[in-house]
Structure formats: C-alpha cells, structure tokens
C-alpha cells in the first residue's frame, strides 16, 4: 500500500494550517538572529504569569497526575458552570452542559463532528480563520462562505445568512470578537442572528476565544444569552489562553 492510499478521502482533502506555517518560519528566523514580529499563531507575546505557574505545579505536587474524566475534570466543570450561568450563557450552574477539552480549536472541531456530517454545509462568514472550513471538511460537511467587506465593519447581517441558508444548513460560525478582522458584532446584529437561527432551525457556534480583547468601551455580545430558544441554539466555545 502506498502512502496515497493509507489516508482516508477526508483527510486528503484537509489544507496544512497557514497560520502554523507562517509561526513555524517566525521562530525559524528568530531562531536565526532575525527581528521578526509573529503574525501566526494567536498566542500572548509575554509569559504565562507566575501565578498560573505556580497552581500548575502546586497540582502535579498534589498527585494530579492520573487520567481525567474525558468531559474534563468535575471541580473544573463546575466552576466553569457557575461562570456562564453568570454571563446568562447557562440558566442553571449544570456541569453537564460543560465539557473542557485540549484547547478551542479543538472545541470547534469537537463541536463540528458532534453536529455535522456528510450532505450537511457549514456557513462561515469571511474574513475567517482558517481553520473552520478544514474542520467541516473533516467531520464530512460543506464550507460554505458568506463574504462581508470593509464597508459592513466585516460583519455579515441576517439577511445575509438567510439568503445563503438552504435545506442542507446545519451549523453558522460565528466568531465575535474576530479573528482575522477584530470586528465586534453589536447585541442588535446578534440578536437578529439568534432569532433567525431559532426561526430557521440551524445550529449556531459561538467562537468567543477572543472575550476579554475589548478596547475603548466595546462590549462583548454571547449569543447564547438571549434567553431559552437561544440556549438551544448555540454552542459556545471559549478557552483559557487569551484570558490572562
């Protein structure tokens, strides 16, 4: 057999990541003498801080060291619980409907082989990361792409969405605030957003890595706080490391 032959169809059509190339010839140069500035991997330009450190040390002193449960460890669940039902993401503190994984990108990912499949398309409003329509690829769907220019601020409307929709729209990416543009979509944009994907029967997920980068008085948006139709709807992901 032939190393042709050993990939599946699906993984034959998965594209290399740009972004890990682009980091990957960052540190190459750096490594070399070169002053480089890293636009690739979106990851903090300073040191984890000490504190964080310290409380991973302090659990490998306290034996931590054994498998976790595979929906992520309960006291972290839970505590994750609490905080979205503060941010009126959750209506009840339920570790259930947490479940911590590897990193955020592997959330979409899980969040897109639970709920996709072949004959499913996926819409992804552009500008978009470019791991989104590798990972509809994988779980077998179809990217479909919902352009929106300088002149919108880089936000697709609802409009726009129902106009793309057809029978075979299971899933719409949302990622505010946005990687690549910083676009901010405002709580009337998405609330015409939730509304439709409550009126039309889609699924929404929310890609909220970015939360806590909010400058001059923005505010961030969740989608699925706009009540119990909403909460349905939307599968939030989020992740620790752009959060200190």
Known sequence: MNSENMLSQWAKNVSPSPTLAVDAKAKELKAAGEDVCGFGAGEPDFDTPSFIKEAGAKALADGMTKYAPAGGLPALRSAL???YQQLGVLQDANPAQVVVSPGG???????????CGPGD???????YWVSYPEMAKLAGATPKFIFAGDEQGFKVSAQQIEEALTSQTKLVILNSPSNPTGCLYSKAEMEEIVELACNKDFLLMSDEIYEY?????????????FGEDARDRVITVSGFSKTF
């Not at 979409?108 to 709920?115: E, F, N, P, R, V």
């Not at 398309?121 to 500008?127: H, S, T």
Request: hydrophobic share 45%; glycine share 2%; proline share 9%.
């Open 81 to 83: 619980a609490d905080q």
């Open 105 to 115: 990108k592997y959330s979409c990912y899980l969040a897109i082989l639970a709920t």
């Open 121 to 127: 398309e996926v819409l992804i409003p552009a500008p």
């Open 213 to 225: 980068l909010l400058y001059d008085g923005a505010e961030h948006f969740r989608p699925a706080s």
